[in-house]
């Protein structure tokens, strides 16, 4: 039976948009990117971008994993050292495109590829997540988005098998804000946490590829989750809307009081009960 005492999602962000989500016995880890500072992440078609900061854990010191979670597959949220460390034997939750690839180039033989509004269960034990995938839309020109690699957001339901969905974490992936996205709040009214990806990050030719800080204010103000966890800034050459934009637009919309304050290396605690605070630690 789940207890109420630890009926909660503890998260630590490592860095970039990789985050390690523990909800009792089942862990999971989103969108793997183990780059040090100065190393260059490959984004298709010659282009390459910086990292600026370091990841708060390495590769090879992470604990053991049920699955994890990719929204896309980039440099910047599957690396090589990814590729190296991680069990191929993993599951890999993530979109259609990028399984085939993990499976057939890089050996990562248990990849599946979910499609818009599919479902998958995971258990470890007592404890189960249902992942759903969302849309997304990694760039606004058509032609762009043929280019760039099909991009997913997801919705992980925690809570014991048969039993009811004790905690919802929705996690942007690498999408623009599109009118797409409100059918997220049509099918999952009640998020208890939004992980959203950020950054305002520019292509050459001036193309926004991932939201800015006012995107990722007006995305919280339609899906209206209970708290806001912003990740994907500061740590690429290429993210040109710091932090700093999205606090500024959150308190603009009302919204500053449901910020998940958790930095790079830190880690927060985020209960079902509904009235208890995250805690950072």
Known sequence: MTNAID??????????ATVLLRYRELTLLTDPNFLHRGEYAYLGYGLVSRRLTEPALDAAALPRLDAVVLSHLHGDHWDRRARRHLDRSLPVVTTPH???????????RRAGGLRTWQSCTLRHGDDQVRITALPGRHAGHPVLRRLLPPVMGSMLEFGPPRGPVRLRLYVSGDTLLFDGLDAIAQRFPAADLAVLHLGGTLLPGGFLVTMDGAQGAELARRLQPRLLLPVHYGDYTVMRS??????AAIA???LGDRLVR???GQRARVSAVKDEAPTVF
């Open 98 to 108: 990028a399984a085939r690839r993990l499976r057939t180039v890089h050996g990562f």
């Open 252 to 254: 603009q919309a009302g």
């Open 242 to 247: 710091p932090l700093a934009d999205f606090l």
């Open 7 to 16: 009926d909660a999602v503890e998260i630590h962000f490592i860095g970039n």
């Open 262 to 264: 958790c930095r790079h």
